[in-house]
Nanobody, 125 residues
Framework: QVRLHASGGGLVQAGGSLRLSCAGF????????MGWFRQAPGKERMFVAA????????NYTNSVKGRFTISRDNVKNTVYLQMNSLKPEDTAIYYC???WGSGVPSTRADEYTVWGQGTQVTVSS
């Protein structure tokens, strides 16, 4: 069974950094685009970043451009989200997802079919 496991969340002060990891199991992920989404309390799940199957193309939501970097290591079946200059408004549960069957990244959550369990990121002011 294909599954994703997200890790690396935690509590950090504003201005700090965290690196999230998303490891894939039970399948070959190097042909699939991957994405990160986040959901703050009382809000909808929102797109954060996405990367193509080979890492050659990336997308970011405007609020994280210049601060977050998505990358992947297909040998390790792992996608990363490096988050720098964190702000309190970045506080959310972060989810990784695979766009199974397509290597083209997307900002739409409904195009991703395999989801990880989420990891909490809390940024204190």
């Amino acid at each position: 069974q294909v599954r994703l496991h997200a890790s690396g969340g935690g509590l950090v002060q504003a201005g700090g950094s965290l690196r999230l990891s998303c490891a894939g199991f039970g399948g070959i992920f190097d042909t699939n685009a991957m994405g990160w989404f986040r959901q703050a309390p009382g809000k909808e799940r929102m797109f954060v970043a996405a990367i193509s199957y080979n890492g050659g193309s990336t997308n970011y939501t405007n609020s994280v451009k210049g601060r977050f970097t998505i990358s992947r290591d297909n040998v390790k079946n792992t996608v990363y989200l490096q988050m720098n200059s964190l702000k309190p408004e970045d506080t959310a549960i972060y989810y990784c997802a695979a766009k199974w069957g397509s290597g083209v990244p997307s900002t739409r959550a409904d195009e991703y079919t395999v989801w990880g369990q989420g990891t909490q990121v809390t940024v204190s002011s």
